[in-house]
């Protein structure tokens, strides 16, 4: 079956930690996309790419950081300088090029300890 | 910033009653409309894609688009409580998709 697979699905961390959450897909997409959603609000983008070794800061890239080395994978790293990291992340693809719907993983939940 | 606009909820309907979800837009130059569906707890799921002015339906949902207008809505008909959920408005910009804040919907049996 075809799909986007984000991992973990919760996730915790501790002051002045690095965690990374990540998204493989299989649906032969050129483009992925990072969003955060926090309750009651709609989706917000952190990053995403169109292409292999390329992608760009969405609204609010301050305190993450990516990487596409893989067609197929977009890791999202949450770094320590991300304050308020508490949050619901999605993952998602699409075809490239506009006008193109995209799809979603199922998402990471992720927490302060 | 592009903003995406959505009628405020909650939004409560009997079962088998049509529910009117809004959204409006403020780029002009937007091609692209889509409407996903998000479970409490869960991912947005695609239900509506629609590209040009006029009515497009699939099953119960019906999407219109009003370009000179910037509007576009969604029609549930016959609703279901399985249809209770967020409402996500979500409009294309530069490559990327703009979402709006969602519209609860709550079907009441």
């Known amino acids: 079956d075809g799909g986007i697979t984000q991992s973990p699905k919760y996730l915790f961390r501790k002051e002045g930690q690095n965690v990374t959450l990540s998204c493989e897909q299989n649906l032969n997409h050129d483009a992925m996309y990072w969003y955060r959603q926090d309750p009651g609000q709609g989706l917000r983008l952190i990053y995403y790419s169109q292409i292999v070794n390329d992608f760009q800061k969405g609204d609010i890239a301050e305190g993450y950081s990516v990487s596409r080395e893989k067609k197929e994978s977009f890791p999202l790293t949450v770094t320590s300088a991300q304050k308020n990291p508490t949050a619901f992340y999605l993952c998602?693809?699409?075809?490239?090029?506009?006008?193109?719907?995209?799809?979603f993983g199922d998402g990471t939940r992720l927490s302060i300890l | 910033q592009k903003e995406v606009e959505q009628n405020s909820g909650p939004l409560s309907v009997p079962e088998g009653a049509i529910a009117s979800l809004n959204c409006t837009y403020s780029?002009?130059?937007?091609?692209?409309f889509f409407w996903y569906r998000q479970y409490s707890g869960k991912s947005p799921e695609l239900i509506m894609s629609i590209y040009s002015n006029g009515d497009k339906e699939d099953g119960r949902f019906t999407a219109q688009l009003n370009k000179a207008s910037q509007y576009v809505s969604l029609l549930i008909r016959d609703s279901q409580p399985s249809d209770s959920a967020t409402y996500l408005c979500?409009?294309?910009?530069?490559?990327?998709?703009?979402f709006g804040a969602g519209t609860t919907v709550t079907v009441r049996a």
């Open positions: 979500a409009v294309d910009n530069d490559y990327k998709l703009s």
């Open positions: 780029d002009r130059v937007s091609q692209s």
């Open positions: 998602a693809s699409s075809i490239a090029g506009p006008n193109q719907p995209q799809h």
